[in-house]
């Protein structure tokens, strides 16, 4: 059917469960046959308005466990929202097997149908292939541990009270964007796995338990001076960047139920990782995925041209990026970025121009853009997607600049390089790091601690560019961390010739927390 | 592909972390009720509202870089800039580019409290006095609840668990043949070459298929259907009786006071008792039931005989309202006026009829705004109640002139207080 007419899937903006089928087949069938997608199974589900604020407060995850911050983020959705301040997301995609997507009831079938190019193709497509998400989340056993999360921290909190419990998440939550591990280790994470063996460590200890050996002397350990320095570090794995780890592993006083909530909230940092990483290439993905769906439904005959102008309405709304002097703007729009660099890639590849032929010799010119363009959404993420296939002539179009802000330089604000010759490689490189999360996060490690002595946990911040910490939530996540790790804990923030530059300290609140 | 409708599913899946929420923020919530509604009028009170809180507390806290510096910016949109430029940095911070995020916290935080959480808010730390009388009957309320199984019911009520299990205990007692035991001996006659055995093998086999067809595997006397039985649920109710004299000294701003306050009261009462009725009574020299609407609104001329209104009270609750089966609870409003020859009378009815038999009696002196009573003689009815407190009777009393004043004054009545000790001046 590839150049006969198919019929109208719908007319009008209203929609039933049938259209939906049919819009989605005919979706499949392009995205299977011209775009060679390759796609996990897909759930969609209709959900209203309210349904929607709901999946914002937990992250978008169709289940999770409770605290209390996802009702302060519902609450201020909510009242946004309501005040007509903000609307809602067309749709919300899981990265899960099946892949869930959202569909809100309100949607007119021609939003129906973008949604379901956009979520159901576009975004399935990359989650399945890229090699963050294949590397870094098990799609397969994440709602599952989701499901096993939420149970234990329940009876947790029946077991422990909800007060400890709350205590420990508030905690773990201040520390998560520092409980992800940044490098490949030797295994997969396999969740169910996980979840079984939390079972399996349990029943364990319940089986072995025995009081008398509360009671047995235990011979003396080794004094602090016999592990030297270096031996103690390369015991406790340091310098470990992944601070939630090492306190599950190491933090002397936490009890076995806090470790395991440690190690939740440190699973669930790592499942969203991949997503801070890929936003420009997961939006650009699904805008261009959606992009081609619908302009091949209209051409099929699928769509008639007035719903087609609505589409047109709602995508531009989408890939609109507003220039820096504007009021409306906030940054580079991903799907703005993402789209028309997917869109420049496609022309390179089918139309080049002698400065594409110079730039990108290996693509220029190769014919198959879907193929490229496959190739690139598995193997790259946002930094070395933009350092790599950011074109001379996007960055003339877009007419970007780099401007370099050194408070030594009294006199303002120097533009170091704009949309020129000179300038193209500079520009591509900045924009890259400005999305290198490992650039933009401070990069902070755990560095020593004296188990045999004080116990004082020792933090260092590399700090670059001079840039320090925000001093107020410094100290408020840092006395977290101090409560967890139930001793004294110093951050030191060191330049790069080794030099500190600034010093917090915190101490537990409570010398038992572990204990409460 | 699957497509499923959520759209009935429960929403508000985000109920519990919402209060969960509100119940970490709640000092600081209280603190931005009771702020909120100094400015508001009763009515809108019971309509919940906007608060806004400061982020202490609710804070969650991450390491990020602060700002300072050396930074970096890649912007769309160049218009006339060139490599080497210099732009003056616009004082204040305004106008430079990606400032979102920075900064150490939001400053405050606002959001819609529903009509619910706003009373509970609103109302958390009061209580009210001499609760002890609940033991009450008014059964309007009926509760569904399990009762074991039944025989008989409807289907959608059959209690499958029940039921399969009480079919196996029967299967097993009966001794109904297993299919695999039927099995086993097909294959066994499939095998076998005696004859003999053959023709023994095929008897056994139709004795246990027919046997195995008498005894069915779910008998209908097997089927257990949830049984549920409705209890009925007592429920604690109480009666209001609004008393106030609409002599022609009462003014409307007065009569403004006294509504408020008997709102704020009928608001609390409510929460705590699933049924409250009110009976509204006013008095010139002589005192009539009333409905709201005459009571507030139409104006009415003559004496004032306190007594005529408790009197009244008296009557009502002996023949409606018998005190073993209701909290009665009683505000009077009066501007104080109250003939002379009155006060004995007064008195002696309220310390004889009255308070014996209500829970809590208040009586609220309203003047006029910006009146300041101090130094003034009290009023006639001040000074008998008064006397009557002086002898341990148990009765609080309030002067308010002014608006702003009704809600502490309230709040000052009902406050929790420790053990016994009682609501007075």
Same mark, same amino acid.
């Given at each position: 059917?590839?150049?006969?007419?198919?019929?109208?899937?719908?007319?009008?903006?209203?929609?039933?469960?049938?259209?939906?089928?049919?819009?989605?087949?005919?979706?499949?069938?392009?995205?299977?046959?011209?775009?060679?997608?390759?796609?996990?199974?897909?759930?969609?589900?209709?959900?209203?308005?309210?349904?929607?604020?709901? #999946?914002? *407060?937990?992250? $978008?995850?169709?289940? @999770?466990? +409770?605290?209390?911050?996802?009702? /302060?983020?519902? =609450?201020?959705? %909510?009242?946004?929202?309501?005040?007509?301040?903000?609307?809602?997301?067309?749709?919300?995609?899981?990265?899960?097997?099946?892949?869930?997507?959202?569909?809100?009831?309100?949607?007119?079938?021609?939003?129906?149908?973008?949604?379901? #190019?956009? *979520?159901?193709? $576009?975004?399935?497509? @990359?989650? +399945?292939?890229?090699?963050?998400? /294949?590397?870094? =989340?098990?799609? %397969?056993?994440?709602?599952?541990?989701?499901?096993?999360?939420?149970?234990?921290?329940?009876?947790?909190?029946?077991?422990?009270?909800?007060?400890?419990?709350?205590?420990?998440?508030?905690?773990?939550?201040?520390?998560?964007?520092?409980?992800?591990?940044?490098?490949?280790?030797?295994?997969?994470?396999?969740?169910?796995?996980?979840?079984?063996?939390?079972?399996?460590?349990?029943?364990?200890?319940?089986?072995?338990?025995?009081?008398?050996?509360?009671?047995?002397?235990?011979?003396?350990?080794?004094?602090?001076?016999?592990?030297?320095?270096?031996?103690?570090?390369?015991?406790?794995?340091?310098?470990?960047?992944?601070?939630?780890?090492?306190?599950?592993?190491?933090?002397?006083?936490?009890?076995?139920?806090?470790?395991?909530?440690?190690?939740?909230?440190?699973?669930?940092?790592?499942?969203?990782?991949?997503?801070?990483?890929?936003?420009?290439?997961?939006?650009?993905?699904?805008?261009?995925?959606?992009?081609?769906?619908?302009?091949?439904?209209?051409?099929?005959?699928?769509?008639?041209?007035?719903?087609?102008?609505?589409?047109?309405?709602?995508?531009?709304?989408?890939?609109?990026?507003?220039?820096?002097?504007?009021?409306?703007?906030?940054?580079?729009?991903?799907?703005?970025?993402?789209?028309?660099?997917?869109?420049?890639?496609?022309?390179?590849?089918?139309?080049?121009?002698?400065?594409?032929?110079?730039?990108?010799?290996?693509?220029?010119?190769?014919?198959?853009?879907?193929?490229?363009?496959?190739?690139?959404?598995?193997?790259?993420?946002?930094?070395?997607?933009?350092?790599?296939?950011?074109?001379?002539?996007?960055?003339?179009?877009?007419?970007?600049?780099?401007?370099?802000?050194?408070?030594?330089?009294?006199?303002?604000?120097?533009?170091?390089?704009?949309?020129?010759?000179?300038?193209?490689?500079?520009?591509?490189?900045?924009?890259?790091?400005?999305?290198?999360?490992?650039?933009?996060?401070?990069?902070?490690?755990?560095?020593?601690?004296?188990?045999?002595?004080?116990?004082?946990?020792?933090?260092?911040?590399?700090?670059?560019?001079?840039?320090?910490?925000?001093?107020?939530?410094?100290?408020?996540?840092?006395?977290?961390?101090?409560?967890?790790?139930?001793?004294?804990?110093?951050?030191?923030?060191?330049?790069?010739?080794?030099?500190?530059?600034?010093?917090?300290?915190?101490?537990?609140?409570?010398?038992?927390?572990?204990?409460? | 592909?699957?497509?499923?409708?959520?759209?009935?599913?429960?929403?508000?899946?985000?109920?519990?972390?919402?209060?969960?929420?509100?119940?970490?923020?709640?000092?600081?919530?209280?603190?931005?009720?009771?702020?909120?509604?100094?400015?508001?009028?009763?009515?809108?009170?019971?309509?919940?509202?906007?608060?806004?809180?400061?982020?202490?507390?609710?804070?969650?806290?991450?390491?990020?870089?602060?700002?300072?510096?050396?930074?970096?910016?890649?912007?769309?949109?160049?218009?006339?800039?060139?490599?080497?430029?210099?732009?003056?940095?616009?004082?204040?911070?305004?106008?430079?580019?990606?400032?979102?995020?920075?900064?150490?916290?939001?400053?405050?935080?606002?959001?819609?409290?529903?009509?619910?959480?706003?009373?509970?808010?609103?109302?958390?730390?009061?209580?009210?006095?001499?609760?002890?009388?609940?033991?009450?009957?008014?059964?309007?309320?009926?509760?569904?609840?399990?009762?074991?199984?039944?025989?008989?019911?409807?289907?959608?009520?059959?209690?499958?668990?029940?039921?399969?299990?009480?079919?196996?205990?029967?299967?097993?007692?009966?001794?109904?043949?297993?299919?695999?035991?039927?099995?086993?001996?097909?294959?066994?006659?499939?095998?076998?070459?005696?004859?003999?055995?053959?023709?023994?093998?095929?008897?056994?086999?139709?004795?246990?298929?027919?046997?195995?067809?008498?005894?069915?595997?779910?008998?209908?006397?097997?089927?257990?259907?949830?049984?549920?039985?409705?209890?009925?649920?007592?429920?604690?109710?109480?009666?209001?009786?609004?008393?106030?004299?609409?002599?022609?000294?009462?003014?409307?701003?007065?009569?403004?006071?006294?509504?408020?306050?008997?709102?704020?009261?009928?608001?609390?009462?409510?929460?705590?008792?699933?049924?409250?009725?009110?009976?509204?009574?006013?008095?010139?020299?002589?005192?009539?039931?009333?409905?709201?609407?005459?009571?507030?609104?139409?104006?009415?001329?003559?004496?004032?005989?306190?007594?005529?209104?408790?009197?009244?009270?008296?009557?009502?609750?002996?023949?409606?309202?018998?005190?073993?089966?209701?909290?009665?609870?009683?505000?009077?409003?009066?501007?104080?006026?109250?003939?002379?020859?009155?006060?004995?009378?007064?008195?002696?009815?309220?310390?004889?009829?009255?308070?014996?038999?209500?829970?809590?009696?208040?009586?609220?002196?309203?003047?006029?705004?910006?009146?300041?009573?101090?130094?003034?003689?009290?009023?006639?009815?001040?000074?008998?109640?008064?006397?009557?407190?002086?002898?341990?009777?148990?009765?609080?009393?309030?002067?308010?002139?002014?608006?702003?004043?009704?809600?502490?004054?309230?709040?000052?009545?009902?406050?929790?207080?420790?053990?016994?000790?009682?609501?007075?001046?």
């Amino acid at each position: 059917m590839t150049d006969s007419s198919i019929g109208y899937l719908y007319q009008g903006p209203d929609w039933d469960f049938s259209v939906l089928q049919r819009v989605y087949e005919a979706c499949e069938h392009i995205a299977r046959s011209e775009l060679g997608l390759e796609l996990y199974p897909n759930q969609i589900e209709v959900i209203t308005a309210e349904q929607m604020l709901d #999946a914002y *407060a937990s992250i $978008g995850m169709p289940l @999770f466990y +409770k605290h209390w911050s996802f009702g /302060k983020h519902f =609450t201020q959705h %909510e009242a946004l929202y309501r005040k007509g301040l903000r609307g809602l997301a067309y749709e919300i995609v899981i990265n899960s097997s099946p892949c869930i997507s959202y569909l809100m009831e309100e949607n007119t079938a021609t939003m129906q149908t973008l949604v379901i #190019a956009h *979520a159901a193709f $576009g975004h399935n497509h @990359f989650f +399945k292939n890229n090699y963050l998400f /294949k590397l870094w =989340t098990d799609a %397969e056993g994440i709602l599952e541990y989701l499901n096993f999360a939420k149970g234990y921290i329940t009876r947790c909190e029946e077991k422990h009270g909800p007060v400890a419990v709350e205590r420990t998440l508030d905690a773990a939550h201040a520390l998560m964007s520092h409980g992800v591990h940044r490098y490949p280790g030797k295994k997969k994470l396999d969740l169910r796995e996980d979840e079984r063996r939390e079972r399996d460590r349990r029943a364990h200890e319940e089986r072995i338990f025995n009081d008398l050996w509360r009671t047995v002397p235990t011979g003396r350990s080794k004094s602090a001076s016999e592990l030297s320095i270096g031996r103690r570090r390369a015991l406790l794995g340091l310098p470990q960047e992944n601070i939630l780890y090492f306190l599950e592993k190491s933090a002397p006083r936490l009890e076995s139920w806090q470790r395991e909530l440690l190690r939740i909230v440190r699973h669930v940092a790592q499942y969203f990782y991949p997503q801070a990483q890929t936003k420009v290439m997961n939006e650009g993905t699904a805008t261009y995925v959606h992009y081609r769906i619908m302009t091949r439904l209209h051409e099929l005959g699928g769509i008639s041209d007035g719903d087609f102008l609505e589409f047109l309405q709602s995508h531009t709304n989408v890939v609109f990026q507003p220039a820096f002097d504007d009021p409306r703007f906030s940054g580079f729009n991903p799907y703005a970025l993402g789209f028309a660099m997917m869109q420049d890639i496609e022309r390179i590849v089918t139309a080049p121009d002698e400065e594409d032929r110079e730039w990108f010799p290996d693509i220029a010119g190769s014919g198959d853009a879907m193929m490229t363009l496959r190739e690139i959404w598995s193997n790259y993420r946002d930094e070395s997607f933009i350092g790599q296939y950011l074109s001379p002539r996007l960055m003339r179009q877009m007419r970007i600049f780099h401007l370099h802000d050194d408070p030594a330089e009294t006199d303002g604000v120097r533009v170091a390089a704009i949309h020129n010759e000179r300038g193209y490689r500079r520009i591509r490189r900045e924009l890259a790091r400005e999305y290198d999360v490992g650039w933009a996060d401070p990069n902070i490690e755990v560095v020593d601690v004296d188990l045999a002595g004080d116990r004082r946990l020792i933090l260092h911040h590399s700090v670059v560019n001079g840039s320090l910490l925000a001093e107020t939530d410094a100290k408020r996540v840092l006395q977290h961390l101090a409560d967890l790790w139930s001793y004294d804990v110093l951050l030191r923030e060191v330049e790069g010739s080794g030099k500190v530059l600034k010093e917090h300290a915190a101490s537990p609140r409570k010398p038992a927390l572990a204990a409460a | 592909m699957h497509i499923v409708d959520r759209r009935l599913n429960p929403s508000s899946k985000s109920l519990e972390n919402r209060q969960r929420f509100l119940r970490r923020a709640k000092a600081l919530v209280r603190r931005a009720v009771r702020d909120c509604t100094r400015g508001r009028d009763i009515p809108d009170i019971l309509e919940g509202g906007e608060v806004s809180v400061p982020l202490d507390g609710v804070d969650e806290p991450r390491l990020h870089r602060g700002s300072g510096g050396i930074r970096d910016h890649v912007l769309p949109g160049n218009k006339e800039f060139v490599e080497g430029d210099i732009l003056p940095r616009a004082s204040g911070r305004k106008g430079k580019p990606r400032d979102a995020g920075e900064g150490d916290a939001e400053d405050a935080f606002r959001f819609v409290l529903t009509r619910e959480e706003f009373l509970d808010v609103f109302l958390d730390d009061l209580e009210l006095p001499d609760l002890a009388k609940r033991r009450l009957t008014a059964t309007e309320h009926e509760s569904v609840r399990r009762a074991g199984y039944a025989v008989s019911g409807s289907p959608a009520n059959i209690a499958v668990n029940r039921t399969m299990r009480i079919a196996m205990a029967r299967r097993i007692a009966l001794r109904r043949p297993r299919p695999q035991a039927i099995e086993q001996l097909y294959a066994e006659f499939d095998e076998c070459e005696d004859e003999e055995r053959r023709e023994a093998l095929k008897v056994q086999i139709a004795a246990l298929e027919a046997k195995a067809r008498r005894i069915p595997y779910i008998d209908p006397i097997d089927i257990r259907y949830r049984r549920f039985e409705s209890s009925p649920k007592t429920v604690a109710q109480a009666v209001m009786f609004c008393l106030m004299d609409v002599s022609g000294s009462m003014s409307e701003h007065m009569k403004d006071l006294a509504k408020r306050f008997y709102m704020l009261l009928y608001i609390f009462l409510t929460r705590r008792y699933r049924h409250v009725e009110i009976v509204f009574i006013r008095h010139t020299e002589r005192a009539e039931e009333v409905d709201e609407e005459t009571f507030f609104r139409s104006p009415a001329t003559g004496g004032t005989l306190v007594s005529s209104a408790l009197e009244a009270m008296r009557r009502i609750v002996a023949e409606r309202y018998r005190p073993q089966d209701w909290n009665i609870y009683a505000a009077q409003a009066s501007d104080g006026d109250n003939s002379y020859a009155d006060g004995a009378v007064t008195g002696r009815l309220l310390k004889d009829a009255i308070l014996p038999v209500t829970q809590f009696f208040a009586y609220l002196e309203v003047g006029e705004a910006n009146e300041h009573r101090t130094g003034m003689p009290d009023s006639p009815l001040w000074s008998v109640y008064e006397r009557l407190r002086v002898e341990g009777q148990q009765l609080s009393m309030r002067k308010v002139s002014n608006r702003g004043e009704i809600f502490p004054v309230f709040h000052e009545l009902f406050q929790r207080r420790r053990g016994q000790e009682r609501v007075a001046p």
